[in-house]
T-cell receptor, first 110, second 114 residues
Framework: GQQVMQIPQYQHVQEGEDFTTYCNSS?????IQWYKQRPGGHPVFLIQ?????EVKKQKRLTFQFGEAKKNSSLHITATQTTDVGTYFC??????????FGGGTRLMVKP | ETGVTQTPRHLVMGMTNKKSLKCEQH?????MYWYKQSAKKPLELMFV???????ENNSVPSRFSPECPNSSHLFLHLHTLQPEDSALYLC?????????????FGPGTRLTVL
């Protein structure tokens, strides 16, 4: 079955440093989605990427979809304490099933 | 609010108890999901219902029994659980079969099995 892997599993950064999480799928995806789960909260949808090589920005967050539509990345510039949480990628396969990666837990030291 | 509600928010039960988790979505979606979230497996898909029909059952033990009486409501019936079943149980909904299939999650039920 489809597998979606995320690295790293955990990341500690100093406030102001950049952060990147990577997502890789075993199969070609029709779209990739990113979610954020704050501590004690539930996953909340951030963005969806559909086109090969697509790049989207949300303030300090930059999302990329690979040319082969099998990998993606989320980059946060100048992290803030409000960025703390777990970031999940989720890929949709040809059967329209959404599969979540294992998540990257981001911790920011003030 | 995400439009997906779950009750109860917290549940403590013994291994011989029977309880049910409830999920309701107010978004007009046609698909609903149960996930288990624990330290070992951050988001583990348990069941999927499309148009009230169960389409996925990811090798979940029979002590978990889902029920979807209509497209807005989803239940998870629990009986003779084990302590390792303690986790956060998340419900989600989406509009399956469409371009924008993002999932909307409820706040979850924190389950503790003694």
């Amino acid at each position: 079955g489809q597998q979606v892997m995320q690295i790293p599993q955990y990341q500690h950064v100093q406030e102001g440093e950049d952060f990147t999480t990577y997502c890789n799928s075993s199969t070609t995806l029709s779209n990739i989605q990113w979610y954020k789960q704050r501590p004690g909260g539930h996953p909340v949808f951030l963005i969806q990427l559909v086109k090969s090589g697509e790049v989207k920005k949300q303030k300090r967050l930059t999302f990329q979809f690979g040319e082969a539509k099998k990998n993606s990345s989320l980059h946060i510039t100048a992290t803030q304490t409000t960025d703390v949480g777990t970031y999940f990628c989720a890929g949709t396969n040809a059967g329209n099933m959404l599969t979540f990666g294992g998540g990257t837990r981001l911790m920011v030291k003030p | 609010e995400t439009g997906v509600t779950q009750t109860p928010r917290h549940l403590v039960m013994g291994m011989t108890n029977k309880k049910s988790l409830k999920c309701e979505q107010h978004l007009g979606h046609n698909a609903m999901y149960w996930y288990k979230q624990s330290a070992k497996k951050p988001l583990e898909l348990m069941f999927v219902y499309n148009f009230k029909e169960q389409t996925e059952n990811n090798s979940v033990p029979s002590r978990f029994s889902p029920e979807c009486p209509n497209s807005s409501h989803l239940f998870l019936h629990l009986h003779t659980l084990q302590p390792e079943d303690s986790a956060l149980y998340l419900c989600a909904s989406s509009q399956a079969g469409t371009f924008n299939n993002e999932q909307f999650f409820g706040p979850g039920t924190r389950l503790t099995v003694l």
